[in-house]
């Protein structure tokens, strides 16, 4: 046997040595048993971000058992649910400043204590300090039939001022309301705007309908979109529907007619774009009934 074959099969057992060391001293990389999820849900003139770690229940009894009542829970697993406001807020009448908390919870049987809280670096509910709660308020806790298998955090009822943030697992939740004062901002930016060359009606005509409930400023502000969008050489069908709308609120149901039989023979020219024929239809039966 030759010195040169004699060293390549040293080096090729060398080769398989080193190739199946390293197979097995690699890592295993198993799945988060409590994975992370983080929500970003538009609402008011900003948004809210809420980031947490979702525990399965797996055949346990979670809340008032692993997790005890009367306890201050990280509500989640791992790291403790951090929410973002990226405006201010209130929360059943407390306010919460701009910026990132720690959500902590104390579940009962009956009502749960919310906590929002600046322990930011706290793991899980370690490092707890009540003299860091910005806001604590209680909220009922409701039973379902439908079982959830993994705690869930989700956003619900979205408004333009209000909203909720729900918490279920197993066979509860809890509903965290949540509020913006947007109105004011709102005005504020549209006195400068009605006062500028270039003011934007449609946006005031919705503002005082929907906001304020204010119908005469409403008209006054879509019939200035009309007349601006017709002036640009547009067929606002939009519009007409909007007006139609104001004017059933203010009980001129023969105007409001008239109004929408232009948003319907306009929207007709457009091929039923966004469904305005649909619209109009439901609105003019409504009208004919006196509703």
Known sequence: MSLIYLRLKC????IIFLVS???????????????????????GLSSIELTY???????????GHVEPNGSVWRTGANAPTKIKFNSTVEILGNTVELGEYVLYTIPDTRTWTVIINKGLENWGSDGYDIKKDVCR?????ANSSDYV???????????PEGIDLQLSWENWQITIPITADVKSTLRQQLDVNLSSTKPHYW???????????????ALEMINGAIRTGEAKGL???????????????????????????????????????NNYLVLNKALIESLEKGG
Not at 54 to 62: D, E, F, Y
Request: net charge positive; proline share 6%.
């Open 11 to 14: 080096l090729g057992l060398t």
């Open 21 to 43: 060391h390293k197979g097995f001293s690699q890592e295993v990389d198993l799945p988060n048993p409590s994975p992370k999820q983080t929500i970003v849900q538009d609402f």
């Open 53 to 63: 770690s979702r525990p399965g229940a797996k055949g346990r009894k979670m809340i």
């Open 137 to 141: 308020v209680e909220v009922p806790i």
């Open 149 to 159: 298998e993994t705690f869930t955090c989700q956003f619900a009822n979205v408004k």
């Open 203 to 217: 946006h005031a005509a919705q503002f005082y309908y929907e906001y304020e409930a204010n119908y005469e400023k």
């Open 235 to 273: 067929k606002p069908y939009w519009y007409y529907h909007y007006k139609a709308r104001i004017l059933k609120e203010m009980g001129r149901n023969k105007e409001a007619m008239e109004a929408a039989n232009i948003s319907t023979n306009l929207a007709e020219e457009h091929g039923n774009r």
